[in-house]
């Protein structure tokens, strides 16, 4: 039993050391000590909390906690050494918090952190944050392959990129799509939710919702992943919008053939639709082509 005694009183002892260092404002030598300590009996919450509750360093150096979650995170060696989700949730709201978005790459690229939802939902928040801090005139679009894609600046674009991949280690395919579609990589998001092999149609219409956009409908109808009468109820405020583009395509019969959910009489209603907006030449196409595919292609 004397050795196991001993093994306490060492790890004790250690702790003991940390606690004066912490206190002797040796907040590197603490940090190490720490990231070091046998059995990783202070890498825990608990030690993330004593580095938080330290108050800014002065002079504009960095603060006792991202020096911590600096140092513990260049000891992961495997991921059984990864802090806990809790805490690398914590390592990343530290960088962002000090504007160190790049050292969350960092740390992404080198596998280090236990990712989870709540990772990817605040690293999403700060590129948000970051598109409304731009100039109005910094946000441009082009069109390419009939879709309008955002041109981001290269931060917020990262950022959305980190989000992506947060969520994708962590399984989170649906956020990660949604995430994408917020990027503008609207042809990658399908390519990405085809891979998945889990994505119905009800998910890329919960995709739609939660970016309600034109680009995003015509993209998803075009690939022929939802039904175009579902994406009209949810693209209810750019009716018009949508029907015009949706009416002036040529490949519209192809994309009708290939719409499993719209029925005959959700397509009356469509056309209904396009009176009401006084898109009249597009819903003429609509009709003609939707009465081409009931001749050529219905039982």
Known sequence: TAL???????????????NELLGEEKYEAAAIHAANSPKGVLRNSETFLAFKNVKQVSGGEKSPLLIYCEIL??????????????DSVECVKCALDHGKLELVAHWLANDV???CVSMGAIIEEYAVAAGQQRDAGDEQRYVKADVRVRVLGTGF??????????YMRCG???????CMCKQGRLYGMVAFAR?????????????????PELEV???LVGASLVGVYRVLQVLESDRKGFLKALGS????????????WTSSSDWTKIVIACEEENVWEEGINIVACELVNRVLFDN
């Not at 989170?172 to 949604?178: F, T, Y």
């Not at 395509?249 to 499993?260: A, F, N, S, T, V």
């Open 4 to 18: 196991p005694i001993l093994g306490t009183q060492m790890i004790l002892e250690y702790m003991e050391r940390w």
């Open 73 to 86: 995170l260049s000891t992961v060696t495997h991921r059984s050494t990864r802090p806990s989700k809790a």
């Open 113 to 115: 952190l236990e990712c």
């Open 157 to 166: 674009r990262l950022a959305y990129s980190l989000a992506v991949t947060s």
């Open 172 to 178: 989170a395919d649906k956020q990660a799509a949604i």
């Open 195 to 211: 891979d998945t092999g889990s994505f119905k149609s009800e998910d890329y219409i919960g995709v739609l919702e939660a970016v």
């Open 217 to 219: 409908g015509l993209v």
């Open 249 to 260: 395509r040529e490949d519209l019969i192809d994309i009708i053939r290939k719409d499993g």
